[in-house]
Each structure stands twice: as C-alpha cells, then as structure tokens.
C-alpha cells in the first residue's frame, strides 16, 4: 500500500506516461475514481441493508482518448499484456477475462442500456492495492465509465451510475456484489461517510470530518491471501436469502432486532442462525453509527466498530487470523474501534485513532504481526475524499 497523493499527482502521471508510452499520443482527458472503505456494515448489501462507506485517498486513474469504431484497447500498469476487444467480446457475458473483463464490463452495461458508446484507447494507473477489500474493481469500473460517458457524451447523471457499475460487475464479470462499492466510489463526498440505504439506493452525506476532531482512520493490509473467498462469499449470500425465504421476508433488512429471536427461533439450522443474527445486528449498528456522527461524536463510533468485528468473527465466520491480530493489537494500542473491512477472508482492517497516535498503532500492529510469525502488514492514514470526478 503506498501513500496517497494528491488528486492529480503521482497515479496520474503513471497513467499518462502510461498513455503516451502505449499509444504514442496524448490523452483526452484523465479520469479518477477512488478506493472505498466501508466504514460499518458488512454484508448487509445484498440483504437491502444499511451501509457506510467512505471514499479513500487511493485513487484509479484512467488516461483515455477517443478512436474509431466498436474497438477498445486497454493497458494497466497492473498487467503483463494489454488486451483488445471489439464489440462482439463486449456484447458477450464473460467475452473478455481477467481485469480487463471490468472495462469490458462497463462497454457492456452502457450498450446494454441503449448508449452509444465510443470506441477508446485506455491506460489505467492506480494505488488501490489489488485484493485488499478496498474496492479497487469498483474504481476500476467508475474511472472506466466515467471517462467513456465524457469522450462520447453520454447523457448518464451520477445517480444512475452505480447500478450499471454495479451490473457489469454482476453480468458480466460474474462477480455476485451488491450496490456499495459502486455507490461509494461514485457519489462519495470529502468529509462525509455516505449512509446508503441498498433497497431504496437513496444516499445521504453523513459528515465524518476527522481532521477536524483530531482522528484518522489508520487502514492496515492485512497481507493475508484470500482464501476461498469467492465461494464463501456467495455461500453466505445464498444462506441469507434462504432464510429470508423461510422466514416470509423479502430480505433480512425486514428483521428488526426486536423481532430476531422470534425469528432465529424458527430456523433449525445453526449455521444459518447465526448468519441472519449478524446481518439483523450489522444494520442496527449502521443506524446507530450514524445518529452518533450526526450528533457529532465521532470518538463515540469506537465500540460499534469492534461489535461489528466481532460479529463478522463469530456469527458471520468471514475473518482469518491476521485479520483478528491487527483488530486486537490496534484495540491494546489504544484504538478507539477496529474492524475488518471488505467482503473478508482477507482484507483490511480499519482502526479510529487519535490523528497522532496512528505510527505508534500501526507499530503495534506489525509487532504483534512479527509475534506470529505472519509476514509484516501494510498500512496508510487515511481521511474521508471524494468520488469520482475528472483531473484537470
């Protein structure tokens, strides 16, 4: 994980040398999108819960320019090759692979939806590590699809881009997520955790100035690989909607906490039970998460956030060793609150610290690391930015 620069810094020099060295020409335009970390509410996506992300410093950039045809060429400072693709690969679910597949993807969805979409010539640089649940596919498609929508004029307003993000992700990537980390990378504000409500899709800007109470989010690389992570990830989507079917609800959004042990008591499988208690759970703490950031106690969060942890520990079942290291010695360093972050089995974790306190958390951290022999964690200071938007 490196240091976040500014919004038209180093990241967007790579892609622009990128763009020149590939191409041979100067770029259109630049485009940025950046990575996300959900604040609070983990799994509740796909259950038409609550969520709180909030958008990082580490940005996606693509450089891109206009060419003729139904044709895309696409380098990355990520890959070995770059790849091309025409419109019978775009059409086609799957037609395009790899991390190409989420340019591809974006092609598609536009096309799907009646646009005209130009053809273009892209080079994507970007800070987002890859694999760490800080979204860098989202960026990804964001920075993609914002740059296709300027250079072909595309009449697309910022509150209907997450759905087609979030459909290339789905149809044609295959990717079973729900809408947050589209929304988050998309409509993200500085200063401001975004409260999305996943069934409605209707957003509110959530102020969460930590510069200015003195905090910072320190968000640590766990450096732990992600094991199995597809297949768990979709086998709890799937518990979920079968419980939401046994128990004659849409979703598990419609479980109140007053409700759920009337309704864990009529499910027989454990398994199961614990599942929909963490989801019933997770929502309730986004809800209170957001009256204390309204009432503008951000050090009060603190508690929540480690209750999340543990909920995603022991009920949901989606943490790994480092993860559960970097929670505890963050917590014993004096953190506020600490939880994983991202779809889990890897990942970050994030912990609300004193501002001046974050190297010293963080040292913590990579000792109880050392301490076990798993290999040293990354980490970055972060505080809430915006999403995305054009470099000028």
């Given at each position: ?6 919004p ?5 020099e ?7 060295g ?20 983990e ?42 693709f025409?419109?019978a ?11 190409a ?13 009646g ?5 273009g010539?892209?080079?994507i ?12 596919s ?17 009449d ?20 079973p997520?729900?809408i ?8 993200c504000?500085a ?5 999305l409500?996943c069934?409605t ?6 102020p ?42 849409t979703?598990?959004r ?8 009337a ?28 009256a ?17 942890h543990?909920s995603?520990?022991d009920?949901f ?9 970097a ?5 014993a360093?004096?953190a506020?609150?600490a ?6 089995f ?8 004193d501002?001046?306190?974050?190297d ?14 798993f290999p ?16 000028p």
């Amino acid at each position: 994980m490196t240091e976040p620069g500014t919004p038209a810094g180093a990241v967007a020099e790579r892609a622009t040398a990128g763009f020149r060295g590939r191409y041979g020409a100067e770029p259109a335009g630049r485009w940025a999108a950046p990575g996300r970390a959900n604040l609070i509410g983990e799994h509740t996506d796909y259950n038409d819960g609550f969520v709180l992300p909030f958008a990082l410093p580490l940005r996606t950039v693509v450089a891109a320019a206009p060419q003729d045809g139904e044709r895309w060429a696409v380098w990355s400072e990520l890959a070995d090759s770059p790849v091309e693709f025409g419109a019978a690969e775009a059409d086609q679910p799957g037609g395009v692979t790899g991390w190409a597949g989420y340019v591809a993807g974006v092609v598609w969805a536009l096309r799907a939806a009646g646009h005209r979409v130009p053809g273009g010539r892209l080079a994507i640089a970007s800070d987002v590590p890859v694999g760490s649940g800080l979204s860098s596919s989202a960026a990804i498609e964001a920075a993609t699809l914002a740059a296709l929508v300027d250079l072909g004029g595309l009449d697309l307003t910022d509150d209907r881009r997450p759905r087609l993000a979030q459909r290339a992700e789905n149809e044609y990537v295959g990717a079973p997520t729900g809408i947050m980390d589209q929304s988050a990378v998309i409509r993200c504000r500085a200063g401001h955790a975004l409260f999305l409500d996943c069934r409605t899709e209707s957003v509110e800007q959530i102020p969460f100035d930590l510069d200015a109470a003195g905090l910072a989010v320190l968000v640590i690389d766990s450096r732990a690989p992600h094991r199995h992570a597809d297949g768990e990830y979709a086998s709890r989507r799937k518990s979920c909607e079968r419980a939401a079917e046994l128990l004659g609800v849409t979703a598990l959004r419609d479980v109140s906490p007053a409700e759920l042990d009337a309704a864990l008591d009529r499910l027989d499988d454990e398994e199961m039970r614990r599942r929909v208690r963490h989801v019933v759970t997770e929502d309730q703490r986004v809800l209170d998460t957001v009256a204390l950031l309204r009432a503008g106690r951000i050090r009060d969060i603190g508690p929540l956030l480690t209750a999340s942890h543990a909920s995603m520990r022991d009920d949901f079942e989606i943490t790994v060793p480092e993860i559960d290291t970097a929670v505890e010695a963050a917590l014993a360093a004096g953190a506020y609150g600490a939880r994983m972050t991202g779809g889990g089995f890897g990942g970050c974790v994030l912990a609300l610290v004193d501002a001046d306190a974050a190297d010293p958390v963080a040292a913590a951290v990579t000792a109880a690391y050392a301490e076990r022999g798993f290999p040293a964690p990354a980490h970055v200071t972060v505080l809430p930015t915006g999403g995305a938007h054009r470099l000028p």
